[in-house]
């Protein structure tokens, strides 16, 4: 007989001892041992494991052994069956607290989604830029196939909030750090007059009321301006006063707007305020002849003042060349600190710090039988102008300094 023969004889000559209920049965070339169907009843008997894999197919055999006759075939090690389990009770764990874990994010992982649950992936640098892209694209699309309304003033409200409101925003939030109170004074809905004052050599308050509170309000109206006849003489400007809800200062226009519901801005000093010198700063001129009341009496639409600090520093006014104004045919030539020093550098506004306030609105629906009454308007006039005032007064307290934080 060979010495391999001598070997294999051994082998089968050892005895077999029977691995308990948690070790799996051993093969031996492919044929199970008596001894396994002996272990089966207490194997059935004991409860298995949840998820447990079967590695017994995957195992190779043992090598052939080579001790001597009546040694014993040593114990198959529960180690490697031991962290098998802990694996699979860890991954059960950790999938039923992923589960259970609430989202603050509609749809972000919560256990009744569909989706399965995963980190929160923050915005790239680029998606930023891709998102303006993708909306310029749209806005040019609109364009194109004139998919847009305007009214009969020639008001369009895509390309005001398109253009127009992002490049003064850019103004009002960023360079004059914009502080807006008091706008749940003006109303949710329905007709109202907003009147503030005027400043600033260039009319920029205009502009950055309409915006800002557009951006504030919870109900984002818009503000339609009532300006003077020249902003509607000059070719550029007149198209984009129209085209961001600008019209004549007239009361015909005024109360047809009012009529309508909409809210409308006037600033009745005109160009008295906004040329004055920078000695004469956040001192009203006069009203007019109140126009604006009569309109609102009419209507029976309440008046919500308002208070601008800001606008008297952006544009200093130094002293005003009135023979140059009338050849240019201009209410008044400034002279500031930068214009016309820098020549169009000159143009470029002082940051300073600007303060908004809406006051309490003057209800004027008890008066509408008094609208061609002068001593009514007069008087009425007068409480708007004292009430713009005071709330002047008492907002350049809480600004010590004009370009301050």
Request: proline letters at 11%; one cysteine or more.
């Amino acid at each position: 007989m060979s010495a391999g023969e001598e070997r294999n004889e051994a082998r089968y000559d050892v005895p077999l001892t029977v691995p308990g209920p948690d070790a799996e049965p051993a093969r031996r070339n492919g044929h199970r041992r008596a001894a396994a169907a002996a272990a089966e009843p207490a194997m059935k008997a004991a409860p298995a494991a949840p998820d447990e894999p079967d590695t017994s197919a995957d195992e190779p055999a043992p090598a052939p052994r080579t001790g001597a006759p009546g040694d014993v075939a040593p114990k198959r090690t529960v180690a490697k069956k031991t962290v098998a389990k802990k694996a699979v009770a860890r991954k059960a764990v950790a999938r039923k607290a992923v589960a259970e874990k609430p989202t603050d994010e509609p749809g972000g992982g919560g256990a009744g989604d569909a989706t399965p649950p995963g980190p929160a992936v923050a915005d790239r640098p680029g998606d930023h830029w891709d998102r303006k892209v993708a909306k310029g694209l749209a806005f040019l699309r609109r364009r194109l196939a004139g998919d847009y309304e305007v009214d009969e003033f020639g008001f369009d409200p895509d390309l005001t909030d398109a253009v127009f409101h992002p490049l003064v925003r850019l103004l009002y939030r960023d360079w004059f750090r914009t502080e807006v109170s008091g706008v749940e004074h003006v109303p949710a809905e329905g007709a109202g007059l907003v009147v503030g004052n005027h400043s600033g050599t260039v009319a920029l308050d205009a502009l950055v009321l309409s915006t800002a509170l557009h951006d504030r309000h919870p109900a984002r109206r818009y503000l339609r301006l009532l300006g003077a006849d020249l902003v509607f003489r000059m070719p550029v400007v007149s198209e984009i006063a129209r085209k961001t809800g600008g019209t004549v200062a007239c009361n015909p226009d005024a109360e047809r707007l009012l009529g309508n519901g909409e809210l409308v801005g006037v600033f009745p000093e005109g160009f008295k305020g906004v040329g004055k010198l920078y000695s004469d700063r956040y001192k009203l001129q006069r009203f007019g002849r109140g126009g604006f009341v009569s309109a609102a009496l009419r209507t029976g639409t309440p008046i919500v003042p308002v208070a601008i600090v800001g606008g008297e520093e952006i544009y200093p006014m130094l002293a005003d060349i009135k023979p140059l104004a009338r050849l240019l045919k201009l209410p008044y030539f400034p002279v500031t600190p930068t214009f016309p020093w820098l020549g169009p550098l000159g143009m470029v506004p002082l940051p300073s710090k600007w303060l908004i306030e809406f006051c309490p609105p003057i209800p004027t629906a008890h008066l509408r039988d008094s609208a061609d009454d002068p001593l009514v308007v007069f008087n009425l006039a007068d409480q708007v102008r004292e009430t713009i005032q005071q709330t002047l007064h008492r907002l350049l307290e809480r600004r010590p300094d004009p370009f301050g934080p």
